[in-house]
């Protein structure tokens, strides 16, 4: 069964630094594309970043420079670095796998499992 | 960056109704579309990807239609687990999600 589950999240002042962790079972985080997305606080879901199973990595605008998403494949868990952490970093984090799809007739990028969220908030 | 909006932002209906929501990306974006369901305090669940591919598990009653800009979300006979909110997202270049669609009890 695929599971993925999130930690490291709380309460943190602006400025500040918070590792989030991911642990993935049932599938292999290496050979997948593996990504964060965050939601606000009673608004949408906003996409984060990006790993590649080959190691590339991508950010949305928002986080550029501030976040860093890595893995580690003998833990089988995926990490968000956040730096100069701000208020409107305030959501709950999500670890998600992206899959690909690619047919003739149709194609297609999406999340197909998600992890429970952690909660990041940022505030004196 | 591609930009998607979703029509209408809440829908209010009730159990056995045929709901519809729309999604309209700002450039094509061929088939690259998914369509989740989102209830409270929990996390999205993949409905439809690929514009029209129901995802193992979903309800046949789902089901997604489209393809370039414009894109469908069909709930054929609303269940009253289906109630929840509804976002599209494409993936033709850096993933972005539609505002959401609320579906709530008439």
């Known amino acids: 069964e695929v599971q993925l589950v999130e930690s490291g999240g709380g309460l943190i002042q602006p400025g500040g630094s918070l590792r989030l962790s991911c642990a993935a079972s049932?599938?292999?985080?290496?050979?997948?594309?593996m990504s964060w997305v965050r939601q606000a606080p009673g608004k949408g879901l906003e996409w984060v970043s990006i790993?590649?199973?080959?190691?590339?990595?991508y950010y949305a605008d928002s986080v550029k420079g501030r976040f860093t998403i890595s893995r580690d494949n003998s833990k089988n868990t995926l990490y968000l670095q956040m730096n100069s952490l701000r208020a409107e970093d305030t959501a709950v984090y999500y670890c998600?796998?992206?899959?690909?799809?690619?047919?003739?007739?149709?194609?297609?990028?999406?999340?197909?499992?998600w992890g429970q969220g952690t909660l990041v908030t940022v505030s004196s | 960056d591609i930009q998607m909006t979703q029509s209408p932002s809440s829908v209010s209906a009730s159990v056995g109704d045929r709901v519809t929501i729309t999604c309209r990306a700002s450039?094509?974006?061929?088939?690259?579309l998914a369509w989740y369901q989102q209830k409270p305090g929990k996390a999205p669940k993949l409905l439809i990807y690929?514009?029209?591919s129901l995802q193992s598990g979903v309800p046949s009653r789902f089901s997604g239609s489209g393809s370039g800009t414009d894109f469908t979300l069909t709930i054929s006979s609303l269940q009253p687990e289906d109630f929840a909110t509804y976002y599209c997202q494409q993936a033709n270049s850096s993933p972005t999600f539609g505002p959401g669609t609320k579906v709530d009890i008439k």
């Open positions: 790993i590649y199973s080959g190691g590339s990595t």
């Open positions: 450039q094509g974006i061929s088939s690259w």
């Open positions: 998600a796998r992206f899959s690909l799809v690619d047919r003739m007739s149709s194609s297609s990028g999406h999340f197909d499992y």
């Open positions: 690929a514009a029209s």
């Open positions: 049932g599938f292999t985080v290496s050979s997948n594309y």
